[in-house]
Nanobody, 128 residues
Framework: QVQLVESGGGLVQAGGSLRLSCAAS????????MGWFRQAPGKEREFVAA????????YYADSVKGRFTISRGNAKNTVYLQMNSLKPEDTAVYYC?????????????????????WGQGTQVSVSS
């Protein structure tokens, strides 16, 4: 059974930090590109960051560049999103996603439609 499980969300003050984790099981996610997306109330889901299967290529949305870092664990089936200098506008449900189309590729996509596996999401709330 394919499963992506996010954890690490919570409530934090502006300027604080959180680290999100995404544990993948049931598929060879270690060979897939992985991404993080977020959706705030009343807004569309938006791209946050993506990482290639090897961890060698990363891509960030302009809104988080320099504040967030995406990485993969040594076994490559876990993906992390380190979030620093959080702002109230970062408040959203954060989703982990897997892109099986980018299999052993250094290409990473910001397009949600290219990701075919999704987690259930974890809430991040940043107070001012």
């Amino acid at each position: 059974q394919v499963q992506l499980v996010e954890s690490g969300g919570g409530l934090v003050q502006a300027g604080g930090s959180l680290r999100l984790s995404c544990a993948a099981s049931g598929r060879t996610f270690s060979s897939y590109a992985m991404g993080w997306f977020r959706q705030a109330p009343g807004k569309e889901r938006e791209f946050v960051a993506a990482v290639s299967w090897s961890g060698g290529s990363t891509y960030y949305a302009d809104s988080v560049k320099g504040r967030f870092t995406i990485s993969r664990g040594n076994a490559k089936n876990t993906v992390y999103l380190q979030m620093n200098s959080l702002k109230p506008e970062d408040t959203a449900v954060y989703y982990c996603a897997g892109d099986s189309g980018n299999y052993y590729s250094e290409y990473v996509s910001p397009g949600a439609s290219e990701y075919d596996y999704w987690g259930q999401g974890t809430q991040v709330s940043v107070s001012s």
